[in-house]
Structures are given as C-alpha cells and as structure tokens.
C-alpha cells in the first residue's frame, strides 16, 4: 500500500468521448505526476503538477490535461479519445521539500477506448 | 535524462540471490541511479536509488561501479513473489519545483521459479 488511490480502476469509453480519471496523493506529498503505460511497455510520463501548477510534460498532445486541487489530489482530462489511448494511467505521488525523493504509485486505471 | 539498458528477461531459482544488471554507460555527475519493480498489472513500486556509493535496505542491495556506468539490483533470496518486470532509471537530482519525472525503458522481465 502506498498510500495513493486512483479512480476508476477499469474504464470503457468509445472514441471521441472524454474521460476524467483521479487520483489521491500520498499524505504529505503535493507533487502529482501522470504516466500513460501501453501493453508491453514501461510507463511514459505526461506531466506532473506542483503546488496546482503543470510543472513539466511529456511528449503528450494538448488535448492531454490536468489539474490539481488544494489538498494535492489530481485529475487527468483526456479529449477526444483515439483508440491509441488505450492503456493503464498511472498516477506517482512525491514531494518537493526535498530534492531527489522515490515517487509512490496508485494502481493505476485501465482505460479501454473502442 | 540518461539511457539505460537492461537484458529483456531473466530467471532465478527460489532462494537464489537474484543479480540484474544495468547499464548506464552516459550518466552524468548529478544523475541517481533508481529501481521501481512492476508486478502484472500493479503500479510500479519503488525499491532502491544511489548515486555512487553501494546502498541497501530492507528489499535489495545497489551495486554502483566505480565509474558509475553501471549498476546491479540484488535481491539476496529471490521468492516468487519477486517475479516482476525491474527497471532501471537515471534521472537527475532535482531542486524544488522542478520537474522529477522518471524515464522508464522497457526493464528485465524477472522470472523466480522453483
């Protein structure tokens, strides 16, 4: 258990719709990174929030967004879903009071666009 | 953020110390060298980060080389719920604010068996 949780576990959305996955952080942590893991291959990141700012992205389209609130929790929005975003989303909990600190990961979300 | 390179699987009998190497031929001076594990299906949890001296706690020992160039996870009695996909990450100490993001690659595929 690492403390963080994430919501839905399992998703199915048809192409074109939009989705909005969540994520609890860690008590004490107010850094909030997304990662998009395909089958077979290892998580790529999307982009972290810090202090409700995007403080960082990955190679991801605009249409990729998210938001974190006061209390650290987070949303990933994605628009427009392509088939292609099929994939576990991966919400990583860590704080900034210090450099160089391990991330903590929820369980993920599996989203299944068809 | 450095590349690794890591074999894509490997075995290990129960009990057995498991050795998984990593190399990181182009690390920089300010970068750590990191392991998450994935268990199927789970989110990547963290196992154990250095930056140039051997470290160790409850889950594994880090061997770094001299060099720095390349690194080995052991887990001193490998059971079958070590069978997982281990990854290798270098990123840089990062300072507040600043985004920490983690590069995975495709990581070693451990297979305990008995």
């Known amino acids: 258990e690492t403390g963080v949780t994430q919501s839905p576990t399992h998703l199915i959305k048809t192409r074109g719709q939009q989705v909005t996955l969540r994520c609890s952080s860690q008590s004490g942590h107010n850094t909030v990174s997304w990662y998009q893991q395909a089958l077979g291959q290892g998580p790529q990141f999307i982009f972290q929030?810090?202090?409700?700012?995007?403080?960082g992205r990955g190679n991801f389209p605009p249409r990729f967004s998210g938001l974190q609130f006061p209390n650290y929790s987070s949303e990933l929005n994605v628009n427009a879903l392509e088939l292609d975003d099929s994939a576990l989303y991966l919400c990583?909990?860590?704080?900034?009071?210090?450099?160089?600190?391990?991330?903590?990961f929820g369980q993920g979300t599996r989203l299944t666009v068809v | 953020d450095a590349k690794t390179t890591q074999p894509p699987s490997m075995d290990c009998a129960e009990g057995r110390a498991a050795n998984l190497p990593c190399n990181h031929s182009t690390i920089s001076g300010n970068e750590y060298v990191y392991w998450y594990r994935q268990i199927h299906s789970q989110g990547p949890q963290y196992i154990i980060h250095?930056?140039?001296n051997n470290e160790t706690n409850e889950m594994a020992s880090l061997i770094i080389t001299e060099d720095r160039k390349s690194s080995t996870l052991i887990l001193p009695h490998a059971t079958l719920r070590d069978t997982a996909v281990y990854y290798c990450i270098v990123r840089a100490r990062e300072g507040t604010g600043t985004a920490s993001k983690l590069t995975f690659g495709t990581g070693t595929r451990l297979q305990v068996t008995l």
């Open positions: 929030y810090y202090r409700e700012e995007e403080n």
């Open positions: 990583a909990s860590s704080t900034q009071l210090r450099g160089n600190t391990e991330a903590f």
């Open positions: 250095g930056l140039k």
